[in-house]
C-alpha cells in the first residue's frame, strides 16, 4: 500500500515536503509519482520519477517543485517550494508496484493529503 503525508497549510510563498512510503512485499518500482485534485477539477500530473531517475513536471510547477526518490526505502518525495494558492488540492501518490512474485506491475493509489495555500 501507500502512505502519503506531509501536507498542511501554508502562507503563498512557503514550502511543503510530501512523503509517499509504499509497504509491503514488493520486488521492485518502477514509476513513483504525484497527481493533484481540486473539488470539481479533473485530477492533474504533476510529477513523476522513475527508477532510473528520469523526471517529468507539469508546466505549472517547473522550477518550484522537486521530486526524488529513495529505492532502498521504496518511499518518494516532493519538495514544493514558492507555493501559490492554485497550487491547494489533495495530493495524490501514485506508483506502478512489481510486487513479490509477480511478473509486472500494479498500479497503486495513496489516500490524499490535503495541501492548502493562502494568499
Known amino acids: 500500500q501507500l502512505q502519503a503525508s506531509g501536507g498542511g497549510l501554508v502562507q503563498a510563498g512557503g514550502s511543503l515536503r510530501l512523503t509517499c512510503a509504499a509497504s509491503?512485499?514488493?520486488?521492485?518500482?518502477?514509476?513513483m509519482g504525484w497527481y493533484r485534485q481540486d473539488p470539481g477539477k479533473q485530477r492533474e500530473l504533476v510529477a513523476t520519477?522513475?527508477?532510473?531517475?528520469?523526471?517529468f513536471y507539469a508546466d505549472s510547477v517547473k522550477g518550484r517543485f522537486t521530486i526524488s526518490r529513495d529505492n532502498a526505502k521504496n518511499t518518494a518525495f516532493l519538495q514544493m517550494n514558492s507555493l501559490k494558492p492554485e497550487d491547494t488540492a489533495v495530493y495524490y501518490c501514485?506508483?506502478?508496484?512489481?510486487?513479490?512474485?509477480?511478473?509486472?506491475?500494479?498500479?497503486?493509489w495513496g489516500q490524499g493529503t490535503q495541501v492548502t495555500v493562502s494568499s
Open positions: 509491503g512485499s514488493i520486488l521492485s518500482i518502477t514509476t
Open positions: 520519477i522513475t527508477r532510473d531517475g528520469n523526471i
Open positions: 501514485n506508483a506502478a508496484i512489481i510486487p513479490s512474485g509477480r511478473l509486472r506491475a500494479y498500479d497503486y
